[in-house]
């Protein structure tokens, strides 16, 4: 039987998708798994044992949508649920299975403040929808593979480092979902443990401003390695300190310990760090308590509605700090 999995972007929310791969791979006989994404995410997934063929979007809907014609699909199981989607599950006039968005109760939350999420994890409504093929949960919790190559050797890591250290991923997708630069540094000034930065080629000058507090303690690796050799380094750590990013869920993929930051966005959205049913207390959340605007986006903004950003500049995170060093003792 031949499926056609549907997930454009983000990093996360495609790594979110990988239990569904997984267990629709291992519990339907003779499945052929075909993933489809945006090409921009050909690293997240190119590595997954469980895809038998990758297909990618690049801006011509009507080009991807002819090549996939020619493989007759059984079903297309649509887990991103966009226009876009739409348009090439009915073009290919396969079964068709999603799963639940929630986009009206994710706008009552953001909007209003007014809860109605249903509690269950956004992974676990991605497996509900294949659960009418008899696919369950088994409870691995996520996945995320890399390529030999992209392993990182340690002579590209200070030798300060090789006893340990703590990933601290500095950047996010939005504003509203970051640490102001000021609390970065005072985060990092505070932990009194090896640290390394991690983030894209966008982070790298940031990450230099934080490397100033300490050049031996802190190592900025923020645009010196791909997403896959970045990944590597987080499942090497010790313990993972990040915002609301694919690298969080990377690092669930590797069951390490994570503090999860957030700011915009909130666990009240069903997104926090996810093991499956392994290791279910291994991070922690932190969020500004009692504050009324938050969440205030399903994704982040570029600045606070609000303009005050008390999610994030009231953060504690000289108590963030504390726990990351009673945590790797």
């Not at 454009?8 to 495609?14: N, V």
């Not at 011509?60 to 002819?66: F, G, K, L, S, V």
């Not at 200070?158 to 006893?163: A, K």
């Amino acid at each position: 039987m031949k499926f056609l999995i549907i997930r454009f972007s983000s990093i996360g929310d495609i790594v979110l998708t990988t239990p569904v791969i997984r267990c629709l791979k291992q519990q339907m006989k003779d499945a052929e798994i075909h993933f489809l994404s945006k090409l921009s995410m050909k690293e997240v997934t190119i590595a997954n044992p469980y895809i038998d063929q990758f297909h990618y979007y690049d801006n011509n809907i009507h080009e991807i949508i002819e090549q996939l014609k020619n493989e007759k699909f059984d079903y297309v199981i649509d887990l991103h649920k966009n226009f876009r989607s739409f348009r090439i599950r009915i073009q290919l006039g396969a079964k068709v299975l999603s799963y639940k968005k929630l986009s009206i109760q994710k706008f009552l939350l953001t909007r209003f403040q007014i809860n109605v999420m249903p509690g269950r994890h956004i992974s676990l409504r991605c497996l509900d929808a294949v659960k009418d093929l008899g696919v369950i949960d088994d409870g691995k919790g996520l996945d995320y593979f890399i390529a030999e190559k992209d392993v990182v050797k340690s002579e590209r890591l200070p030798l300060t480092h090789s006893q340990g250290f703590i990933a601290i991923v500095i950047g996010a997708s939005f504003y509203t979902k970051k640490l102001t630069q000021t609390k970065l540094r005072l985060l990092c000034k505070n932990i009194h443990y090896p640290i390394i930065l991690i983030g894209g080629k966008e982070d790298a000058e940031n990450g230099n401003d934080i490397a100033l507090i300490d050049e031996i303690k802190i190592f900025n690796a923020c645009g010196k390695f791909s997403l896959n050799e970045s990944a590597d380094i987080i499942s090497k750590s010790k313990l993972v300190i990040s915002h609301d990013t694919g690298m969080q869920y990377i690092a669930c993929a590797y069951q390490k310990k994570v503090f999860a930051i957030w700011g915009g966005t909130s666990p009240k959205l069903d997104v926090e760090p996810y093991y499956g049913k392994r290791n279910i207390s291994l991070h922690k959340n932190y969020l500004v308590d009692k504050l009324s605007c938050q969440p205030c986006s399903n994704y982040g903004t570029t600045n606070c509605p609000r303009k005050h950003f008390k999610c994030m500049e009231l953060q504690d995170v000289e108590k963030i700090a504390t726990d990351a060093i009673e945590e790797i003792k």
